[in-house]
């Protein structure tokens, strides 16, 4: 009897060492790592991957709309014409001399999309009323004269589940550190929450 519950415990060792061993795959290789602070984020000031970090969010819907187009899409200001510059400055006089970032509707509602899996009506449009609005254009317009790119550095990352990974990573310009959770899909990753680790 004793030399059964010996087997017994040795064979639950054995399991436990396994699935332990197992865990050791789902954790990213110094490789992984680097193609995520390389060619993932980073880059270029152009990356909107690193501006999917400029908020925290603990769902999709409550991300920042304000902070994630805060330079517009891909880095670039959209072509303004003179009538929208005009528009603009009886909203604000400061659009004749500074940059004005200008995202249309439908950019928004693709990018969202690609990005987050969802469209500006399912989000919570936390942010958006910060923007200015011609419905004319159906665009949004913000007037700036700086930008809230942040350079990051993923530290590390796990596997949670077959397509659920947990990157954690620091700031240029902030303190602490925070973890994003992304979800694989055919097409890349989608980004579902990002919030500072406490």
Request: proline share 0%; aromatic share 14%; glycine share 8%.
């Amino acid at each position: 009897m004793k030399r059964i519950a010996f087997l017994f415990t040795v064979f639950i060792g054995c399991v436990v060492m396994i699935s332990g061993c197992g865990k050791t795959s789902d954790i990213l290789s110094e490789d992984e790592i680097k193609m995520f602070n390389s060619d993932f984020f980073n880059g270029g000031t152009y990356n909107m991957n690193n501006m999917m970090l400029s908020s925290e969010y603990d769902q999709a819907e409550n991300i920042d709309l304000f902070q994630l187009f805060y330079n517009g899409i891909d880095g670039i200001t959209d072509q303004v014409s003179e009538e929208e510059k005009a528009l603009l400055q009886e909203l604000n006089s400061e659009a004749s001399y500074l940059d004005i970032a200008k995202v249309t509707k439908d950019e928004m509602n693709a990018f969202l999309e690609e990005k987050l899996g969802i469209r500006l009506d399912e989000t919570q449009k936390n942010g958006l009323e910060k923007f200015y609005y011609l419905d004319q254009y159906d665009s949004f317009y913000l007037v700036v004269g700086d930008t809230n790119f942040d350079w990051c550095t993923v530290t590390s990352g796990i596997w949670k589940s077959d397509n659920e990974l947990i990157l954690e990573y620091t700031k240029e310009y902030g303190d602490g550190q925070w973890h994003v959770v992304l979800k694989k899909t055919d097409n890349g990753y989608l980004f579902v929450s990002n919030e500072k680790t406490e």
